[in-house]
């Protein structure tokens, strides 16, 4: 069975740092793009960071460049990663790590094939 599963969520101060993580199993996703996406209540799933198989191309949103680092770890099972610094109330949402074979940007939602269920991040002022 095919799962993505996040972790590390929880309650910060505005300026302060969270780390999540993506636990990916059930099949190989070594070569697969990965990425992190996140949706405010009431708003639609917006794209926050992305990174290819290879390791050597990451985009972000504008919203979190220079802020937000993604990376990924394929020694085993591949853990997707997403260290969040200087955190503002805007960031707050939940957070979804995505994976998909078929990836061209890795900004659209549409281009990923598989999606975890989600970690809450909220941030106070």
């Known amino acids: 069975q095919v799962q993505l599963v996040e972790s590390g969520g929880g309650l910060v101060q505005a300026g302060g740092s969270l780390r999540l993580s993506c636990a990916a199993s059930g099949r190989s996703f070594s070569n697969y793009h990965m990425g992190w996406f996140r949706q405010a209540p009431g708003k639609e799933r917006e794209f926050v960071g992305y990174?290819?198989?290879?390791?050597?191309?990451?985009?972000y949103a504008d919203s979190v460049r220079g802020r937000f680092t993604i990376s990924r770890d394929n020694v085993q099972n591949t853990m997707l990663y997403l260290q969040m610094n200087s955190l503002k109330p805007e960031d707050t949402a939940v957070y979804y790590c995505a994976a998909g074979s078929g990836v061209l940007s890795g900004t659209r939602v549409g281009e990923y094939d598989y999606w975890g269920q989600g970690t809450q991040v909220t941030v106070s002022s």
């Open positions: 990174i290819n198989w290879r390791r050597k191309i990451t985009r």
